[in-house]
């Protein structure tokens, strides 16, 4: 054969490729993978270009993907104070005292719902705390924020308003705005007011997290948005000083109100790309969260909300759907309540045959039992995010739990019912909302949390084809991407333990040694 570029050795293989399950090592060239076969194929792969790495009895598997990820826009919703350790009220008003200014304001985020005890979210919790100074304060579901009166001020808000989609500015009786402000349309009212950072300085974190990704085994990410529309320019200005330390694939929004021209639009846009980034697929918002009432149920939740959907008309989501579709575009569809689940199923019942494999449903947080069957009659693929289990818990006193009942909180997060089921299940982080450590994706995947915690975790095998094989089937990429195997790209994760057989506890801390995207090591730590 050819001589390599890159040859691993004394690796404990698992390919998830049937042809050949196990080796001891693999030789890349051109990005590609080249060869698989044991220490004694080794010799005849090298040459004097070649780069060698002993593993030195490493786990080498398929390179991870995160299915589910923001790591462009979520720079900018992760700016700032981060509120993520705070439980209370009191704790929140410590914390903005202390904190910091951007640009004359306070800007945080990560804020659990449960911080407020069941009580509504409203600026007078946070009014006296800081009472002239500007605050944005993202909860942790990036769906909605808490802004205070100097900030509604700043923004010209002085009352409700009407959206095209699912949003509102909350107000009191009196039509005063509380500074809950939910969904997207609503918070743009005050982000967009916000002050940015420097466009270098958001190119260097970008690469920074980019890194840190990369060093726990991901070699790519599918990005669920296009950020503020210059992603393409900022991707590309990275990529003229070097390379992504990720590979990356973006879908951009498709938001209530889109007429046959912005159609046009994203359809034109499939295909941009660099040299490690890809435009592929369209993302739609069917609902927004449990614990901002904006999840689309099929019966109200505890509070009289969650029964409207946020496309206003759901036919014309659907009528989206199938323009797309005839186009041969893909498309994820965020739907986190049994009525919008069941929409978009239906949609794509609609759509016949040809639409098996190419439409994904995100989150799914919970789906009754008549629905599982239906992804894979259909070739749904199902975008999964273990980690978002950790903000409930089993004795269901937190919000999402209590929203929803006790009926409806026993149906989370149903990731092995739905492998059961045969459908197929791509496993993400949705950073910035939860961690993006690849580890604690396959960990929690196994041993689920909070409200998730009383049912049945993925095994091993099946957390690590979330993040490979299936996430390869969720981008269309199956036959070039998701198995070690000759001719597929050269995506490669080594660890220090068996990520199938060691327990979960072991693999969520599990030093990973070495991270190849696309034949080129990003990460390594041998």
Known sequence: MTTADLVLTGAKVRTLDAARPHATAVAVRGGLIEAVGDASDARDWTGPGTETVDLAGAALTPGLTDSHSHPVWGLDMATGLDLSAVTDTDGLRAALRGAGRTGGWIVAHGLDHNAFGGRPVDRALIEDAVPDVPVFIRLYDGHSALVNGAALRAAGIDGPRAFAQRSEVVCDPAGRPTGHLIEHAAMDLVSSVLPGPPYEERRDRLVALLSAMAATGLTGAHVMDLGGGDVPALLAAVEETGHLPLRLRLAPWCMPGADDAALD???????????????????????????????????????????????????AYSTAVRRLHAAGVRTATHAIGDAAVRHVLDTVESLGESGRLAHRIEHIETVPAEQLARFADLGVIASMQPPHTAYTRADGTDEWSRRLGGERAARAWRCRDLRDAGAYLALGSDWPIAHYDARQVLATARVPRGAAAAGRGLTGLMALEGCTTHAAVAAGEQAVAGRIAPGLRADLTAFAVDPVDAPADEVADAPVRLTVSAGRITHRAV
């Not at 359809?267 to 614990?291: C, N, P, S, Y």
């Open 265 to 315: 639009e994203l359809i034109a846009l499939q295909g941009t790309h660099g040299r490690d980034w890809l435009v592929g697929g369209v993302k739609f918002f069917m609902d927004g969260t449990v614990e901002g009432g904006t999840a689309w149920l099929e019966h109200a939740d505890c509070h009289g909300t969650g029964t409207e959907a946020f496309w206003p008309d759901p036919a």
